[in-house]
């Protein structure tokens, strides 16, 4: 398993990645290819001025998420259940631009299930 890679994907604008009054809300998962996982972070739309560099703020929702949820069980479970093309969704991470964590619900997939 090829260890996961950071993308950043504009999100569309809907529910799960609409901006909170107090924060953005970033909608997280694994996409599967052929021959590697790649962590991906939804982007809303509409995204709080503060947020100046995207590489920092990836990297701080892929910290939040691998604090949460148990990265390497995670990526094991993905990479044997799912299909190149699939991108398993994790949940979100709502973060204002000064970093503080507001809200965050993610779940690993299980590997009796598919996501």
């Given amino acids: 398993m090829d260890d996961a890679g950071r993308d950043d994907t504009a999100g ?4 799960d990645t609409a ?6 809300r970033f909608v997280v998962g694994v996409q599967v290819t052929d021959d590697q996982l ?14 100046r ?3 920092a703020f990836q990297q701080l929702v892929a ?9 390497e069980a995670t990526l094991q479970t993905i990479a044997a259940t ?8 994790l949940g979100y991470v709502t973060l204002q631009p000064d970093g503080t964590v507001v809200d965050a ?6 590997s009796d299930e598919q996501s």
């Fill in 105 to 110: 619900e993610l779940t690993a997939p299980r």
């Fill in 12 to 15: 569309q604008p809907d529910a």
């Fill in 82 to 89: 799912g299909e190149p093309g699939e991108t398993v969704t």
């Fill in 19 to 24: 901006a909170a009054d107090d924060g953005d």
């Fill in 63 to 71: 910290d939040v998420t691998w604090e949460h949820l148990d990265q």
């Fill in 38 to 51: 790649r962590f991906v972070v939804h982007v809303p739309s509409e995204i709080d001025s503060g947020w």
């Fill in 53 to 55: 560099d995207p590489e």
